[in-house]
């Protein structure tokens, strides 16, 4: 079945330390995202990757990084100097070719602090 | 700052009760748009998409609408099942990249 991977489905990160959520899609999307979902918030855009090797701030990019060597792949980091990471953090995917098309999402990660 | 509203944010029925969930967008570049629901602690599932040229969709019990004169969105769920109980987001798709979401209605159908 065509769809959104996403791995660990919870995670728990430390003071100071970097953990990467991976997202891992089959549908041969070009263009894929990662959100933040916060109680009773609306989803906020962090990163997002039209194609391979190229990537954009969103909303919320300060503390996080990511990668784009793979068209399946985009994995997220959430690096020590995101203060506030305890968060549902949900990877989607579209064909991309304008930015407005349908999106898929995965399943989530649910980002706590130790 | 350009915003999507849902209206209620909650909302608890008896089963078998039809039911109209509301969204409301401030921006005229939204192109198409989306409504998901999401079960707690899961991601977003599809449930219908409006494109622009389209007024509406249906999906089996769901009917969505799109009146982008107005800026609003509704989605109908016909004979409400306890299986419905979840949260509903609207989700307004501009190009760029930059799709804005509703923070979401909370439905409880009651047995």
């Known amino acids: 079945d065509g769809g959104i991977t996403q791995s660990p489905k919870y995670l728990f990160r430390k003071e100071g330390q970097n953990v990467t959520l991976s997202c891992e899609q089959n549908?041969?999307?070009?263009?894929m995202y990662w959100y933040r979902q916060d109680p009773g918030q609306g989803l906020r855009l962090i990163y997002y990757s039209q194609i391979v090797n190229d990537f954009q701030k969103g909303d919320i990019a300060e503390g996080y990084s990511v990668s784009r060597e793979k068209k399946e792949s985009f994995p997220l980091t959430v690096t020590s100097a995101q203060k506030n990471p305890t968060a549902f953090y949900l990877c989607?995917?579209?064909?991309?070719?304008?930015?407005?098309?349908?999106?898929?999402f995965g399943s989530g990660t649910q980002l706590s602090v130790l | 700052k350009q915003e999507v509203t849902q209206i209620p944010a909650a909302l608890s029925v008896p089963e078998g009760e039809n039911l109209v969930l509301n969204c409301s967008f401030t921006?005229?570049?939204?192109?198409?748009l989306q409504w998901f629901r999401q079960d707690p602690g899961k991601g977003l599932t599809s449930l219908l998409l409006?494109?622009?040229?389209?007024r509406e969709q249906t999906s089996g019990r769901l009917n969505a609408s799109l009146d982008k004169s107005s800026g609003r969105s509704t989605l109908y769920i016909a004979a409400s099942q306890p299986g419905d109980s979840a949260t509903y987001l609207c989700?307004?798709?501009?190009?760029?990249?930059?799709?804005?979401f509703g923070a979401g209605t909370r439905l409880f159908v009651k047995a």
């Open positions: 409006i494109q622009s040229s389209q």
């Open positions: 989607a995917s579209s064909r991309g070719a304008f930015g407005n098309e349908k999106l898929f």
């Open positions: 921006d005229s570049a939204i192109y198409n």
């Open positions: 989700a307004g798709l501009r190009g760029g990249f930059k799709t804005i």
């Open positions: 549908l041969n999307h070009d263009a």
